[in-house]
């Protein structure tokens, strides 16, 4: 069993930055970690994934070039730095761990998520 807490949600004004976190217990982070968002009223989306090596990393085209996702394995520990935030990124964010296999960018592909950090951003 894994459990994710998810730390670092806020509100900013759009042009500023957050980073968030996210911390698992119960056993350590293997293959894909992801974030993912969902706004009011959306279906829950993919925002950017991990491989355990760190080097490989995926993001959604709505994000990329703002976005940045990494890892420390020594802290159990996964990032995202959001930068140049838009007020359409506002959503709960949430971490998705426990890849199964198939889509790393599906929300079906993961066994394991955090209670979510809401992020707002004002124009």
């Known amino acids: 069993q894994v459990q994710l807490v998810e730390s670092g949600g806020g509100l900013v004004q759009a042009g500023g930055s957050l980073r968030l976190s996210c911390a698992a217990s119960?056993?350590?982070?293997?293959?894909?970690v992801g974030w993912f968002r969902q706004a009011p009223g959306k279906e829950r989306e993919f925002v950017a994934a991990?491989?355990?090596?760190?080097?490989?990393?995926n993001y959604a085209d709505s994000v990329k070039g703002r976005f940045t996702i990494s890892r420390d394995n020594a802290k159990n520990t996964v990032y995202l730095q959001m930068n140049s935030l838009k007020p359409e990124d506002t959503a709960i964010y949430y971490c998705?761990?426990?890849?199964?296999?198939?889509?790393?960018?599906?929300?079906?592909?993961?066994?394991?998520w955090g209670q979510g950090t809401q992020v707002t951003v004002s124009s």
């Open positions: 991990i491989r355990r090596s760190g080097v490989s990393t």
């Open positions: 998705a761990a426990g890849y199964s296999g198939g889509l790393y960018y599906a929300v079906e592909a993961y066994n394991y």
């Open positions: 119960g056993r350590t982070f293997n293959n894909y």
